[in-house]
């Protein structure tokens, strides 16, 4: 049986996907087969050639290949992948189920970055299918999600009893670009724009509910050079998972919240206001289109702006955990802090690339060996988790109080 494993990226020549492609190239074995696998298969090749071409990578890296996949057509692109050992979704999470089933087809392990709440319990569903063909789908293996629920997780494992889990992410980048942007989005404008306009789901006095859009909770102090900002309650995949897991320890109140940049968060809501959020297409010059895939697709293609030194980006994920340690009421702070990776030329956006890389590394050495389709706070180790980060030069720290 040969010990070569195939790695496939799904979206590998997109935003995210790109980053988990650079991390495989950097950390997998070198009997490993990095499959860069888009619709855009011109720019997969290009980005197959630039790695192949790279010093850092010996400049002869002969693992990574391009080739065309198109998740619309689940069979054809099911069999294109046949053998692979993990498939990683880096497409639209609107394709999530859409490529579990691709997944299963081919007889490979799963990883996402997330759902946005309602795709996560959906696919959520699929852990039977999963266990009964021995493979792992793990949902959410991002920043938010992913490094969030294994520092909620983290913090947990220090209470006897959780009441209230807040994760709270904030981010500032101070770099000088030769351009300023009029959206600076790093992953897909339309997800934020869902972020910004579908009801955020809570978890409240033990149940499920949902708040208006953009609603905030008053003032957060986040570590420098971040400082304070309000950040405003999102629909995310946390929210989906973290009251199920935790719920053998009590916990009554699960929330989500992100500070983005004030003057990013204001033009995004004047999209929404305008309408350009909807997702009922809508007729202009004799083509129906949806308003919010045609300002997705102009935000996606600007040009893209060049640092003018080095970049100054810093961001933290962060997991508020309350509860009670030996009768005493406790509060534990788990964050991960990153500033990017200089050698590779890449920003805070690490934090969201890289961890479905680890994970799927950690799948293939034998360090995660559960199955099913399950959210990363039950999946992944978070310990060993956490040493893969710091080779990754991503700092978690956990404090009480």
């Known amino acids: 049986m040969s010990l070569m494993k195939t790695f496939v990226v799904l979206g590998g020549a997109g935003a995210m996907g790109r980053i988990t492609v650079r991390d495989l190239a950097e950390f997998a074995p070198p009997a490993d087969r990095i499959i860069i696998a888009d619709y855009n298969l011109a720019k997969a090749k290009e980005m197959a050639r630039s790695l192949k071409l790279d010093s850092r990578l010996g400049g002869n890296d002969k693992r990574i290949e391009a080739i065309f996949a198109d998740v619309t057509k689940p069979k054809e692109c099911a069999k294109k992948l046949k053998g692979a050992f993990i498939i990683i979704n ?78 709270l992410v904030a981010g500032t980048d101070k770099t000088n670009y030769d351009r300023q942007q009029v959206l600076p989005v790093s992953y897909s404008l339309k997800t934020i724009l869902e972020e910004f306009s579908k009801p955020p789901a809570v978890f409240k006095n033990g149940r499920f509910g949902f708040l208006k859009p953009t609603s905030a909770d008053g003032p957060h102090q ?42 990013f ?32 697709r102009l935000a996606m293609n600007q040009a893209a702006a060049k640092p003018m030194g080095p970049l100054k980006q810093f961001e933290v994920l962060r997991a508020v955990v309350k509860g009670t340690k030996n009768g005493h009421k406790t509060t534990i702070t788990a964050d991960c802090r990153t500033e990017g990776i200089p050698e590779w030329g890449l920003g805070t956006d ?21 199955t099913g389709a399950r959210p990363p706070e039950t999946a992944v180790p978070a310990d060993l988790f956490f040493k893969h980060l710091e080779l990754r030069k991503m700092r978690v720290s956990v404090s009480i109080g």
Not at 231 to 246: G, Q, Y
């Open 90 to 167: 880096c497409v639209q999470y609107q394709f999530n189920l859409r490529i579990m089933e691709i997944a299963l087809l081919a007889g490979a392990h799963y990883i996402d970055l997330g759902g946005l709440f309602h795709m996560t319990r959906k696919q959520l569903k699929l852990n039977a299918r999963f266990k009964k063909k021995n493979l792992l789908a793990i949902l959410g293996m991002g920043a938010a999600p992913g490094i969030t629920n294994l520092l909620a997780w983290k913090a947990s494992e220090r209470l006897d009893r959780v009441n209230r889990v807040d994760i």
């Open 222 to 263: 986040f570590p420098q050079p971040i400082g304070q900002r309000t950040p405003m309650f999102t629909l995310h995949s946390e929210v989906a998972t973290l009251p199920i897991s935790l719920k053998p320890k009590g916990v009554r109140e699960v929330a989500f919240r992100i500070a983005f940049d004030p003057v």
């Open 265 to 296: 968060t204001e033009r995004v809501r004047l999209l929404c206001d305008l309408g350009f959020s909807q997702e009922k297409p809508v007729q202009l010059q004799g083509v129906k289109v949806a308003p919010i895939d045609v300002v997705n």
């Open 350 to 370: 690490v934090d969201t690339g890289c961890p479905p890389s680890i994970a799927a590394l950690m799948i293939a050495s034998g360090e995660i060996q559960t």
